[in-house]
């Protein structure tokens, strides 16, 4: 029984060994993994090479008045519940791998740009019922660049004077749009293969600006020579007096169609240190149930109940005066203690004995109003009797123990 709570004990900091090596294994995969671009989360806080920390921390020389606020929710319910989005001259920027959206998501997207706003969306591969709303067509190629130096995002726009190429050794995207609605969209820019990737819709009194290369919000990519002015070139487009700018860190955390409502546990999940604190703490509550589920102390015994010691005391007291033959001072005795039970148990006045008194102590008694009237008579008597015989005393002591022993 006493080895329980030890191995107990042995179980639980075998786990935390076994969790510990393979959380330390784990980092230093992630460590030896840093400059794998295949594995971008686009993350405004990940200052891996895949993470989007050097590009979030840019914007606010980008944007002059107000500093970047980080969305965790689908667009949305961050259009339902924020009122400033609602209001013209904010940008919405987007960057993640794949978008996956919902009609609502779409729904408040258009309307949000229709209100006078800017959306910004960089992803690999778009929406499908987006590009569907939106009229354009991609064409999904490989994301693989074989030249290390060669050209992974050109920026050019028929309506001013540019024209600026980009390079690094890293991931590109090859996908590319093959058909867009001329009437409504420019092409600002090529990928690689020199197909347009980048592209501004006009939508009402807005505008949605979609490229297909996310890489270049990257850390890799941002801090490699001078590669910092193609952020500010694709976000040259947008109003740096925006009221309002929004950085998106949900869709670049979502791998697969939303199914459901959105619950604040979708973004928490995603960081590897929450789901093993998660997990370790219901390991742990399943080792506490099980060594702990049997019950420990002993049971507490049953405590007798307060036994009545005035029967006892007044046999004591009896005794003692019976052995002396005085029978007057045995019989005053009982009287003061009979009354003395009646005040403390009954809280009843003992001064008066009338037939009011009589009928509160049968109620309270449940003894017959008879029986104590005579018992009070005889109370009378032995306070009238100078002498009392053995006989009267043990008629007296009778018919007290009596009463004593009905209301016990």
């Known amino acids: ?134 009229k354009f067509v991609t064409v999904e190629s490989s994301n693989m660049q074989f030249k290390k130096t060669g050209v992974v995002q050109r920026y050019a726009d028929e309506t001013i004077p540019m024209d600026t190429s980009f390079r690094y050794p890293g991931m590109v995207s090859g996908s590319y749009f093959s058909g867009v609605d001329s009437n409504t969209t420019s092409i600002l820019g090529y990928n690689y293969k020199n197909k347009p990737n980048f592209i501004r819709i ?63 546990w979708q973004v928490l999940m995603r960081y590897a240190s929450m789901r093993w604190a998660v997990w370790l703490t219901v390991v742990l509550l399943l080792l506490y149930v099980v060594f702990e589920s049997k019950r420990r102390q002993r049971i507490i015994p049953d405590r007798p109940p307060v036994s009545n010691t005035s029967l006892e005391f007044v046999d004591a007291i009896g005794q003692l005066y019976y052995q002396q033959h005085n029978n007057y001072n045995l019989a005053h005795k009982m009287i003061v203690h009979f009354m003395e039970y009646i005040r403390s148990r009954y809280y009843l006045n003992t001064n008066v004995l009338n037939d009011d008194f009589i009928a509160s102590l049968s109620r309270k008694s449940a003894v017959p109003e008879e029986d104590i009237r005579k018992l009070l008579h005889m109370v009378h008597q032995v306070q009238l009797e100078e002498n009392i015989s053995d006989e009267e005393l043990k008629d007296f002591y009778n018919r007290i123990q009596q009463f004593y022993i009905n209301t016990q």
């Open 1 to 134: 029984m006493k080895k329980k709570p030890i191995y107990a004990i042995l179980s639980v900091l075998l786990l935390l060994v076994v969790l510990v090596v393979a959380s330390g294994n784990f980092a230093s995969r992630k460590n030896e993994q840093s400059t794998d671009m295949t594995e971008s989360s686009f993350y405004s806080k990940d200052k891996k090479a895949g993470g989007a920390y050097a590009a979030f921390r840019m914007l606010p020389q980008l944007f002059l008045r107000n500093s970047v606020q980080v969305v965790t929710k689908p667009f949305a319910r961050t259009f339902d519940k924020d009122n400033e989005i609602k209001f013209r001259n904010n940008v919405y920027i987007l960057v993640a791998d794949r978008l996956f959206t919902t009609e609502k998501d779409v729904d408040a997207m258009l309307d949000y740009v229709s209100r006078g706003n800017e959306l910004f969306i960089a992803v690999n591969t778009p929406d499908p019922l987006l590009e569907k709303t939106l």
């Open 202 to 264: 006009a939508y009402s009194r807005g505008y949605v600006y979609l490229l297909l290369n996310p890489y270049t919000f990257t850390n890799y990519f941002l801090l490699h020579h001078d590669n910092v002015k193609a952020l500010e070139t694709q976000l040259s487009y947008l109003a740096d007096g925006a009221s309002n700018v929004y950085w998106d860190d949900f869709y670049n955390s979502q791998h697969s169609a939303q199914s459901g409502d959105f619950s604040e």
